[in-house]
Structure formats: C-alpha cells, structure tokens
C-alpha cells in the first residue's frame, strides 16, 4: 500500500535551533517525494522535491531510499518557519499526490 | 505570479443538495486535480483530470462526484447529493507536467447541515 507517514503532529522549537521534521513512505515503485507548506491564512505551496536537490528557504530533505525515509532539516530554525508541512509522495503516472497526516512547527522566539 | 482560483470560498448546504465547486486553473496547465481535507485529518486525493478526462479517481470519489472542464477554463466538482461526511476543505491543484509542482487553489470549506 502506498502511504506517507509524519510520526509528528507538532514540533516546537527555539529560534536558532535545528529542526528535522520526519516523514516515512512505503511505496512499491521508485518514487517521486515532496515537501509543501502551508502558512497561517496562505495556500498549500510546494517547498521542495527530492528530484530538483535543491535548499529551499535554508531547508533541505534527503531521499533515503534504504530506510524509505524523506526527513526535512534546517540547521537554524527562523520564526518565519512556523507552518504546517507536509510531506506528499507523487504515485503512479497521474501526479496524483499522497500526503502525510502534516507536522505543525512552531518556532518560539 | 499565477494563482489558481476557487470558488466560493465558504460554502454552506443541506443534506441532499447538489453543490458545484469552481476552479480557475493557471492558464497553460493541463493536468488538474481535487483533494479534501476533512478537520484534522490529512488531505486525500479525490482525482485527476487530464485531456478532458478522469485519469485516477479514488474510492472516495464514487458516482455521487463529477468533474468537468466545461468551457475550457473553470474545472468544477460536482456533489450530486451532499451528505453530512462530505463537510471538509476541497482543494483544487493544477500542474503543468505530470508531477511536477501541483500548484493549489485556497480551498472551498464546505459545510453540509
């Protein structure tokens, strides 16, 4: 069965701190795994996927395809990171999307 | 920077109504979705639409759910006859490729009474 997991509902940290927000997915093929966003009052926007590598925002994620795992970290957390993200595996070819239950950080001042 | 539109933004029903939700996809994308979100859980896929078709549907979307692109622009989902359970947040997503960035609309809350 396809399905992403983020053992996580909240994660509250200090400013300055490290944050690793984790997600987990169990999918038969190879897949295709991104991490969105969604600040308070805004739309679902997508923060990055592992295809493009890239360091969004000072955050990255590694796909561990041994440990089926897709953690995003970012060494300093910032205030302007509280949000609720999500972790999504793209399934099949239709793009369809498959989210995980969502991690809410809250970064304290 | 283009946005994906929905709309109403709010809306509220009684049990057995239809409700049409409207969406306003980024102008060159061709694939397009609807995802729910019912309170506190997590956001599930609903199905994908591509060339004037349904590509995947999942089981939540069964006959009493339609979609159609009628005059090439708005992508709408129909609830034929709302039920209490189908009160949640509808997003639409549409995406340029096929998995790529799906970009979302803000969401439609609807609210069966």
């Known amino acids: ?109 | 920077e283009p946005e994906v539109t929905q709309t109403p933004s709010h809306q509220v029903t009684q049990m057995g109504q239809e409700v049409i939700l409207r969406c306003v996809p980024i102008s060159n994308h061709l694939y397009f979705y609807w995802y729910r979100q019912i309170l506190g859980q997590k956001v599930e896929f609903l199905v994908s639409f591509y060339n004037n078709e349904i590509s995947e549907k999942s089981e939540i979307f069964d006959d009493q759910f339609s979609v159609e692109r009628p005059d090439g622009s708005n992508f709408t989902l129909k609830i034929r006859s709302t039920k209490l359970e189908d009160s949640a947040m509808y997003f639409c997503a549409t995406d340029r490729e096929v998995g790529t960035e799906a970009f979302f609309g803000q969401g439609t809350r609807l609210t069966v009474v």
Not at chain 1, 52 to 67: H, M, P, Q, V
């Open chain 1, 1 to 109: 069965a396809q399905r992403v997991t983020q053992p996580e509902k909240l994660l509250s940290v200090f400013k300055g701190a490290p944050v690793e927000l984790k997600c987990n997915y169990s999918y038969s093929g190879s897949p295709e795994l991104f991490w969105y966003v969604q600040y308070s009052r805004q739309r679902l926007q997508l923060l990055l996927r592992h295809i493009s590598r890239e360091s969004i925002k000072g955050f990255t994620a590694d796909l561990n395809k041994g440990e089926t795992s897709f953690h995003l970290k970012k060494p300093f957390a910032q205030e302007e990171d509280s949000a609720m993200y999500y972790c999504a595996l793209s399934s099949g070819n239709t793009g369809k999307l498959i989210f995980g239950q969502g991690t809410t950080l809250q970064v304290k001042p």
